[in-house]
């Protein structure tokens, strides 16, 4: 599924943002240094002056740039990229002659040179366009290559986020439709709140895996997927919740809370006879760190080694989910302690 981007053209990159700014204004101050040191050998007084001029040439260009693309970047998004690009390239030649023939009259104004439009006047135009024209040539399609990789591995990065959202097991799905249709005849309102819990689950899992929602509505989803999964397992599955200290603004990246819990109701509740009690635990530190802890029974299962593949394909995919949101200021661990296995979440609290 791909989202929309705001701008009409995602391929054209946004020059009146802040990010090409800088990076103009930075280049410009190396290209002031290379023409300086091409220019003088030696690093003496006459080399510093050369430097201070080149630096107020070059970084006046960059200045004016910048404003110009910032007041164009709204015409241009609605162009293609070939007549978007032409159309700066161009802009920015005239900006270049524009400030080069500003310079030279404040020379004359300034009485650093004796005529308005000294001989080498037309020299220094002429070499001014050409290193301009080489020098935007190569910006241009620098800017364009980054933001392409750069919306290639946002757009890798949506589908894996994607791919780790809709996993879901299909025995789950299965199963809750046989059990719906158990209830239809016996008890149509229970069948009924259970296909509402069905729909609201999978319109998360078709939502946009990007975005972070309130721990409140996660919880909340938990609990339905609970009470789906109640309707076949019975007394066998009990839950127990336990919040302290939870701002109830928090967000938590979309389906965090959902697939932890259903491993644990498929590898700790399912394979044991007589079931167990999923344990829920949430809490704060110093109200910036949100803890999650989820625990469950281990069961005696017939193929421990699959029991534990399953568990860390399912840790590995919430912890590249996190990771993803967070980068290292999440945590996942998970370990066994006393017949039960846990898994941990750690993450920074995020108001809404």
Request: one cysteine or more.
């Amino acid at each position: 599924m791909r989202q929309n981007d705001n701008r009409p053209n995602s391929e054209l990159p946004d020059f009146g943002s802040g990010s090409i700014a800088w990076r103009v204004l930075v280049l410009a101050q190396v290209v002031a240094v290379v023409l300086t040191v091409s220019r003088n050998p030696t690093l003496n007084q006459a080399a510093w002056s050369d430097l201070l001029m080149m630096t107020a040439f070059a970084q006046g260009i960059a200045v004016t740039s910048v404003i110009a693309l910032k007041l164009v970047a709204p015409l241009l998004a609605p162009l293609r990229t070939a007549t978007g690009m032409t159309i700066i390239f161009l802009l920015l030649i005239v900006i270049s002659a524009a400030v080069c023939e500003f310079a030279i009259w404040a020379l004359f104004e300034f009485q650093a040179t004796a005529a308005r439009w000294p001989e080498w006047h037309w020299s220094v135009l002429v070499r001014t366009l050409i290193v301009s024209a080489v020098i935007i040539f190569f910006v241009l399609r620098y800017f364009t290559v980054f933001h392409r990789a750069k919306m290639e591995s946002e757009a890798q990065q949506r589908s894996r986020l994607e791919a780790l959202q809709s996993r879901i097991r299909p025995h789950f799905m299965f199963n809750s439709l046989n059990s719906v249709a158990s209830l239809i005849r016996s008890d149509p309102e229970l069948a009924e709140k259970a296909l509402q819990d069905l729909a609201d689950l999978f319109r998360v899992l078709l939502a946009d895996p990007r975005k972070m929602v309130p721990i409140t509505a996660e919880g909340e989803l938990a609990r339905q997927y609970l009470d789906i999964e109640k309707l076949r397992l019975g007394d066998r599955l009990q839950v127990k919740w336990t919040a302290s200290n939870v701002p109830r603004s928090a967000q938590v990246p979309s389906l965090t809370l959902q697939p932890l819990i259903e491993n644990a109701v498929y590898h700790g509740i399912e394979p044991s006879f007589a079931g167990g009690t999923i344990d829920i635990q949430m809490w704060s530190e110093n109200n910036e760190l949100l803890n999650v802890m989820i625990s469950n029974p281990l069961a005696e299962v017939t193929n421990q080694g699959q029991h534990r593949r399953g568990n860390q394909i399912a840790m590995k995919n919430v912890q590249e989910r996190l990771t993803r949101h967070f980068g290292g200021k999440a945590t996942l661990q998970y370990f066994e302690q006393l017949g039960n296995y846990h898994v941990k979440i750690s993450m920074p609290i995020v108001r809404g």
